[in-house]
């Protein structure tokens, strides 16, 4: 009795092994969350990536509208600039953006602000003692030397999890740029209204 219950236990074994129905079923259910996974994480980088692009791109065509001025900025104009970053970033990527005119005194051996706006009282204007903040972006300048800083703050949330360790400037659900560009066809981009040191 005992042994061919043993026989049947290792027959229905034998055939049980060599039985492939179900297998590609079992085999999907383990390899679903790995395709779901690569999905959803490409869809995620690749808006990731397209947000950083643009941003980019609206941070540098915002600075370089600037520094082609001819004649001194206006308020108007510079809350333009806010506007044209915020229509090229679209409705659903808020913005915040600060411009500002730098120059480097070698006298006083530091770098001082003309002037500062930023688009939302989120983000403070600099000031010359606020400005060695921002001071790793700033480059070696040569006295009387100025420059136009744009910062572009853009808020990003991903859609799935934290992409912060592939994009590197993703902090707290805001992407960060600045773009630091020298005035084209002035020594000093000043504003209207402002004394210009």
Not at 40 to 63: C, H, I, L, P
Not at 138 to 152: K, R, T
Not at 158 to 180: A, Q, T, Y
Request: hydrophobic share 45%.
């Amino acid at each position: 009795m005992m042994r061919n219950l043993l026989q049947m236990t290792r027959t229905a074994l034998r055939r049980f092994k060599r039985d492939e129905r179900g297998l590609a079923a079992a085999e999907m259910l383990m390899v679903m969350p790995i395709y779901m996974f690569c999905i959803f994480g490409t869809f995620t980088f690749w808006d990731a990536f397209d947000v950083v692009n643009r941003s980019q791109k609206a941070a540098y065509s915002v600075s370089d509208l600037v520094t082609r001025k001819q004649d001194n900025v206006t308020e108007a104009y510079v809350t333009g600039m806010f506007n044209t970053m915020q229509y090229m970033m679209g409705p659903s990527l808020p913005t915040r953006t600060r411009i500002t005119s730098v120059f480097y005194s070698e006298a006083r051996n530091r770098y001082e602000v003309l002037w500062s706006r930023a688009s939302t009282t989120t983000i403070p204007r600099l000031t010359t003692a606020t400005l060695p903040g921002l001071q790793d972006h700033l480059p070696v300048m040569h006295d009387g030397d100025a420059l136009i800083v744009v910062e572009a703050n853009v808020d990003f949330v991903p859609l799935i999890g934290p992409v912060d360790w592939v994009m590197g400037n993703v902090e707290d659900g805001v992407l960060r740029h600045v773009i630091v560009t020298r005035p084209r066809f002035l020594p000093k981009i000043c504003m209207q209204g402002v004394a210009c040191g």
